[in-house]
């Protein structure tokens, strides 16, 4: 039974920081890739970035590039979404995902395996 426990979300104000943590169980964590998605209310999911499993090279969506940053440590089978200059319109339920496909996986929902439960995130003033 696997399972990711994510942690880390809250309030923050625009400009402001936070970090997300994923950890997980059940599975072989350091040979899956590990993405976020968001979801905000009324809007279809979509996702943040991605990071591999072979070379922990990180991929981001074009509206997080620069702001956000992902990474893993594979001996705490965990995975981490730092979050920087937040803006109101990031505000969303994050969700951290796994995939079995490597060299090849995106952004794409359908290719992830695993996923967590998700964890407000919620940028005002």
């Known amino acids: 039974q696997y399972q990711f426990v994510e942690s880390g979300g809250g309030l923050v104000q625009p400009g402001g920081s936070l970090r997300l943590s994923c950890a997980a169980s059940?599975?072989?964590?350091?040979?899956?890739?590990i993405a976020w998605f968001r979801q905000a209310p009324g809007k279809e999911r979509e996702g943040v970035g991605y990071i591999r499993s072979h070379d922990s090279s990180a991929h981001y969506a074009d509206f997080v590039k620069g702001r956000f940053n992902i990474s893993r440590d594979n001996a705490e089978n965990t995975a981490y979404l730092q979050m920087n200059s937040l803006r109101p319109e990031d505000t969303a339920v994050y969700y951290c995902?796994?995939?079995?496909?490597?060299?090849?996986?995106?952004?794409?929902?359908?290719?992830?395996?695993?996923w967590g439960q998700g964890t407000q995130v919620t940028v005002s003033s």
């Open positions: 059940g599975f072989d964590f350091a040979y899956y890739a």
């Open positions: 995902a796994a995939s079995i496909i490597d060299y090849g996986v995106g952004l794409r929902a359908g290719e992830y395996d695993y």
